[in-house]
Nanobody
Framework: QVQLVESGGGLVPAGGSLRLSCAAA??????????VAWFRQAPGKEREFVAY????????RYADSVKGRATISRDNAKNTVNLQMNSLKAEDTAVYYC?????????????????WGQGTQVTVSS
């Protein structure tokens, strides 16, 4: 059951930027209750962790591959979680997914997340 909806993907040249957004499909789904992460999956590869936001957005976590280029943030008024990606590289090309779960366990394990979106395609041209 899809609870989340991603948007903001597209085709961008290397060195460019994108802002991905994750919204709740149901008005009753409040991100303030959940920790949220972004994952991505490139063709022929496993889904990998990208970024994480705890409930208070106090301690974000990033994969080494995007550290310094990515920023995860929450907009509580709009009930969205966003991922700003800068200095994009061809290897950032993937389908990006947002996921949410109640606070527990390990932040970077996809299997622990209960709620997922259908993903948004990001293609970086070199």
């Amino acid at each position: 059951q899809v609870q989340l909806v991603e948007s903001g993907g597209g085709l961008v040249p290397a060195g460019g930027s994108l802002r991905l957004s994750c919204a709740a499909a149901l008005r009753t789904f409040s991100f303030s209750t959940y920790v949220v992460a972004w994952f991505r999956q490139a063709p022929g590869k496993e889904r990998e962790f990208v970024a994480y936001s705890d409930r208070g957005a106090n301690t974000p976590r990033y994969a080494d591959s995007v550290k310094g280029r990515a920023t995860i943030s929450r907009d509580n008024a709009k009930n969205t979680v966003n991922l700003q990606m800068n200095s994009l590289k061809a290897e950032d090309t993937a389908v990006y997914y947002c996921a949410a779960k109640r606070p527990s366990g390990t932040y970077k394990l996809a299997a622990e997340y209960a709620y997922w979106g259908q993903g948004t395609q990001v293609t970086v041209s070199s």
